[in-house]
């Protein structure tokens, strides 16, 4: 059975889309699609059904990764769908503990810059309102945490090294 990762922001139009698009480009590198699945979900309904952001994948784009998806809401059901729950900030961290009144998934759901090694910010900082440069901290931001990540899964979960 793969491992299944849930990338979650605010929009999920940015920083989420993001996240699973690099870290979908980093696995492919690694040859494990087959073992590690990725989707992402935005904790509000603003942009179901929205293409990821044109100034994101232009972002992505320039660094050899193109970004796919269609935006989603985040819904209860995730929480026994996927393994692992990537917030972004804080506030992404506790809309999706919300939908978990009993605590049953606590240990599930963590903050995705805990997983960077070269980065001490501890919150993906939300790109929408600002400007070009932003996009492009939330690539260098994610590309850090996202290899952190694989290497974490590929040593605590598929035990390759
Ligand atoms: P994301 O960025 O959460 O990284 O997708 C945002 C997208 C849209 C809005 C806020 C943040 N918005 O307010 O519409």
Do not use: W
Not at 79 to 94: G, S, V
């Amino acid at each position: 059975m793969a491992y299944k990762l849930l990338f979650v922001c605010l929009g999920n139009i940015c920083r989420s889309p993001a996240g699973e698009n690099i870290m979908n480009h980093l696995i492919k590198q690694a040859n494990l699609s087959d073992q590690i699945i990725c989707d992402s979900a935005g904790t509000s309904s603003y942009h179901i059904g929205s293409s990821p952001d044109s100034r994101m994948s232009t972002a992505a784009v320039r660094r050899g990764i193109p970004m796919q998806g269609v935006a989603r809401q985040f819904k209860p059901s995730d929480f026994e769908e996927f393994d692992l729950i990537l917030a972004m900030d804080q506030e992404n961290y506790h809309n999706i503990l919300a939908f978990d009144r009993q605590g049953k998934y606590r240990d599930k759901v963590k903050m995705m810059c805990d997983y960077a090694t070269h980065h001490s910010i501890k919150e993906v900082p939300d790109p929408y309102y600002g400007g070009k440069e932003g996009f492009d901290r939330v690539l260098d931001l994610l590309l850090d945490a996202c290899r952190g990540l694989l290497a974490q899964i590929e040593q605590k979960i598929l035990k390759t090294d």
